[in-house]
């Protein structure tokens, strides 16, 4: 039989699965000869058996029992014993702290006669009876599930009659009196009667904490922090010392460094003549903790020392929970504390520099998502004062954004298309809406969750997005929003959101640009930069050199490669040539479509050949020595083509005077149209079926090589082939190519060498990259269609059909789209990395989908042995330092 209870000098701080993290803590507290009151934790696998069978374990009550037994010994006195009872408390713990989960109840023990015994020991009627009122509150609101209001309105009353706004002016009497109001209140809404048996209490207290497990708000945060579901929580039973036994007593937190910005000092609240929660509850003003020194030295510099310990011990920032009883400091909970990103960069390099931690550690205490927290534009923080504060919603996707409020997409679309900030704001977003928040700088919704489509939809743009902001009125067809305060915003008032708190204000908050993005611009020296910067610096200069991956950019211009550059990248992973068709050049690329014959086409093709020439040459200028991926055109050409149902009002409308370029361009609509343009002629397809296309391409990048060359540059094309199944596909396409990069190296002279390679995006080319290796020098995983072709689902039409539904009933536990799926499209990779490298040892691997910029999937990527990952510019920082943290 396992062993179901540990006393807190058996547990340590490395079996938080078993004990929870608190009662991990505390053991690992006790054996390091801290303060700690004696006590003892019930395990999580009691619990885990508990919650499947309705009852405790066999044997766990004899372990219980035999527990207190010492306990009891320890102290001298029995659990609730009249004349001096011993009290405890039961304390929730989980492996992850959990809000939402049933909190402490605290004086379990205490009843009518107990009570007593406790004033007499205390010698203090007050502060028994104080102790008493508060078992039959917290014992009320968390094990028998009364409404706390009833027990807070009591109070409030108690002390109107008292004429004061103040706990501490209340007297014994008044507390006693409270017990009698309380014991009523719980008759009156249990139907029973306030269990005095002390043993009793605590079984209650014990199993309403592992029922608390299940309750909504903790299933709730579960899923929202991704916890799984099955962990349960321990209970902690720990003998009780009392911060309400006068002004030489009083309650704390600290912290042993500032959470906030990791600066060294002296953090934290205090509260005299307090018990438990009063401190962080706002019930009385609390002292800073600096203010101990002066009210208690000899309990504030034990206190700093004990910090210090904790400090050297965990190696990391701790938080902390004391009690001081008449002098003497306990100590009843620390763990590893929770830190802003620039705290985390920060306390990093600050224990790097102390010796606590090597450079390894550093790099691994901080994470891609933190340096992408900081890397988003914030608004500046001493103009927000004076700034209007309209509502508070949901942080659904960082960074700032100011912007006249428009209420519909085709608004958004519109304004901003004449250069206007704007901010698209709905009771909640639909596909529909997609142009709108593509146009606008940010997203405002008053419906929905983090998981709801504006939600999933901005974070996957990277778009500032603030949801389920519920206070507000948005009347859509009025075009104006109504804030709680009354406030009205009608179309083109100018509001600013933070998606990072979920602010929304009123008017322009000024936004300033991230120092730590001018810094990887290079217009921000790390010398220059602050701490924080130079806490960047250090960690990515480490996290570089340990990368086994290179990070590559996914970049179509000259400008986002330029940026990509400076922003670390080593190259262009994915450089899709279908953006080059558009604007100006649609025009030729309908007369490609609609040619009738070779020469038409041919005359098309060439009028398109030198524009793309010229977009690679300034691509291959930016990238200038390191490798640019080229990916040979991918979209249906329909795409390229007006909107069928438009084009048909309007050549229906206009009868016989249409357009005869109208009529063509409306015949070819028709005939290209497809069911599934996802799976229809899109990719190496299209270079089979239409002629002359993907050779002009290659002739275009062959000669914008060339043209680099003689200008003294070092290009270094790599040309891929998109959405390959069969090697036979690419052998046909790469006979072509070879041909026409031969061809060119002879007219012009100079030989670039050019790869030849695919992308691996079809479960197919997966299945069959043994062959497909045959004719392919590289591989590139494109994650993103290979996601869509493994499930079977499209991303644009399933994200917000069904997604949230399948996130609440975890059949996701995050979408696919955002992090690559291990099981299923990780194994297709997993597949062809192995196949493709028996086949050509040295064939370079890599990824470009989503995913290469997204933590958990670039830790995949190292695992799994892909060469580099690709992402888009502004994630690449965030790529080397997980490549770095990967290879740790
Ligand atoms: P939480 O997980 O919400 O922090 P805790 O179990 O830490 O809950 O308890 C809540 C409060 O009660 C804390 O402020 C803690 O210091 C106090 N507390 C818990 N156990 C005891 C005890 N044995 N003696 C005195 N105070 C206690
Ligand atoms: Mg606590
Ligand atoms: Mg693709």
Redesign the pocket.
């Known amino acids: 039989m396992p062993k179901f209870v540990y006393d807190f000098t058996e547990g340590n701080k490395d079996l938080k699965d078993l004990l929870g993290g608190?009662g991990a803590n505390l053991a690992e507290m006790t054996n390091l000869g801290l303060p700690v009151?004696p006590?003892f934790t019930i395990t999580t696998e009691g619990c885990r058996y508990y919650l499947e069978h309705g009852s405790l374990p066999e044997g766990l009550q004899d372990e219980v029992d035999a527990h207190l037994s010492a306990l009891e010994g320890a102290m001298g006195k029995r659990l609730g014993q009249s004349d001096d009872p011993l009290?405890?408390?039961v304390?929730?713990?989980a492996k992850f702290?959990m809000p939402g989960m049933m909190?402490?109840v605290?004086n379990i023990g205490l009843n009518d006669e107990s009570v007593h015994g406790l004033a007499a020991q205390a010698g203090d009627e007050r502060f028994a009876w104080d102790s008493y009122r508060r078992l039959i509150q917290m014992f009320g609101k968390t094990v028998l599930d009364i409404d706390g209001d009833l027990f807070e309105d009591a109070i409030e009353e108690a002390k109107e009659r008292r004429g004061t706004k103040d706990d501490g002016d209340l007297d014994a009497d008044d507390f006693k009196a409270l017990v009698d109001r309380f014991k009523g209140i719980v008759r009156e809404r249990t139907g029973r009667d306030f269990p005095t048996d002390p043993r009793e209490q605590m079984d209650l207290a014990t199993k309403a904490v592992f029922d608390s497990w299940n309750a909504d708000r903790a299933i709730l945060y579960r899923r929202q922090e991704r916890i799984p579901v099955d962990l349960g929580t321990a209970v902690?039973v720990?003998?009780?010392?009392?911060?309400n036994l006068g002004m030489d007593s009083g309650?704390g937190?600290a912290f042993t460094r500032d959470p906030a910005s990791g600066q060294q000092g002296i953090y934290g609240d205090y509260l005299q003549n307090a018990?438990?929660?009063d401190?962080?509850a706002g019930i009385r003003n609390t002292v800073p903790l600096t203010e101990l020194e002066r009210i208690d030295k000899a309990s504030y510099d034990r206190l700093l020392q004990i910090m210090e310990t904790l400090e050297n011990h965990y190696l990391d920032m701790c938080d902390i929970?004391?009690?001081i009883e008449r002098g003497k400091l306990?100590m009843?909970?620390t763990r590893v504390g929770k830190r802003t990103a620039a705290a985390a960069f920060r306390i990093a390099c600050q224990l790097l520099d102390q010796g606590l931690i090597d450079a390894d550690e550093a790099v691994d205490r901080v994470t891609g998502d933190q340096l992408a927290q900081l890397m988003f534009p914030r608004f500046d923080g001493s103009k927000l004062e004076g700034s209007k504060r309209l509502t508070k919603g949901m942080n659904a996707s960082p960074g700032a954004a100011v912007g006249k409020a428009v209420f519909t997409s085709e608004r958004a679309v519109e304004l901003a298309a004449q250069g206007e900030d704007v901010i698209l704001v709905r009771r909640e977003t639909n596909p529909d809406d997609l142009s709108g928040m593509v146009a606008a700088r940010g997203v405002l919704t008053s419906r929905g969750g983090k998981t709801s489509h504006a939600a999933v939809v901005a974070r996957g743009m990277g778009k500032t997005c603030v949801c389920g902001a519920e206070e507000l009125d948005v009347d859509v067809k009025a075009r104006r929003f109504t804030a709680a305060g009354g406030e009205v915003v009608s179309e083109g008032d100018v509001i600013s959101i933070d998606g990072s708190s979920g602010e929304v204000f009123l008017g322009e908050v000024p936004v300033e640009d991230s120092p730590v993005v001018r810094y990887f611009e290079g217009g921000l020296s790390a010398s220059d930069g602050g701490e924080l910067v130079q806490a960047v610096h250090r960690i990515m200069t480490h996290a570089d050199g340990r990368a086994r991956m290179a990070v590559r950019a996914n970049a179509d211009n000259t400008e986002d490669a330029a940026r990509a550059r400076r922003f670390g990248a080593r190259g262009i992973g994915l450089c899709r040539t279908e953006h080059m068709f558009l604007g100006d050049r649609r025009r030729l690329v309908e007369e490609l479509i609609l040619a009738e014959d070779g020469a038409e086409r041919q005359a098309a093709l060439d009028a398109l050949e030198p524009l793309q020439k010229r977009d690679f040459e300034g691509i291959f200028e930016a990238m200038d020595g390191l490798p640019v991926t080229i990916r040979l055109i991918d979209p249906p050409l329909h795409e390229f083509l007006p909107d069928i149902t438009e084009l048909s009002v309007r050549v229906a409308l206009a009868g016989d005077d249409a357009e005869p370029q109208d009529r063509r361009l409306l015949e070819a609509v028709r005939r290209l149209h497809e069911q599934n343009p996802m799976l229809g002629l899109r990719g190496v397809r299209l270079g089979l079926a239409i002629p002359g296309l993907f050779s002009m391409q290659v002739r275009a990048i062959a000669e914008a090589a060339a043209a680099r060359r003689s200008a003294g540059g070092d290009p270094r094309p790599e040309i891929m082939i998109p959405l390959v199944g069969a090697v036979q596909e690419l052998e046909a396409v790469r006979e072509e190519a070879a041909g026409i990069l031969a061809e060119v190296a002879e007219a012009t002279g100079v030989d670039v060498p050019a790869l030849i390679g695919t992308m691996i995006e079809l479960p197919r080319a997966a299945l069959t990259a043994g062959q497909i290796a045959e004719a392919a020098e590289f591989f590139s995983f494109g994650t993103n269609d290979l996601t869509q072709t493994t499930w079977g689902f499209s991303r644009d039409d399933v994200e917000a059909a069904f997604f949230s539904r399948y996130l609440e009933l975890g059949i996701f536990g995050v979408s696919p789209f955002e992090t690559l799926d291990r099981e299923g499209v990780g194994r297709l990779v997993s597949i062809a990395v192995e196949e493709g490298r028996k086949t050509r040892p040295g064939i370079k691997l890599g990824i470009c989908g989503e995913h290469g910029g997204d933590p958990e999937s670039v830790h995949f990527c190292h695992e799994v042995g892909l060469d580099y990952v690709s992402c888009s510019p502004f994630r690449v920082p965030v790529a080397r330092l997980e490549a770095g943290r990967a290879a740790i």
Do not use: D, H, I, Y
């Open positions: 608190k009151p006590g009290l405890v408390s304390r929730s713990g702290s909190e402490t605290l902690n720990c003998a009780m010392v009392f911060g309650t937190v018990q438990g929660e401190v962080v929970e004391f009690t306990w009843l909970q």
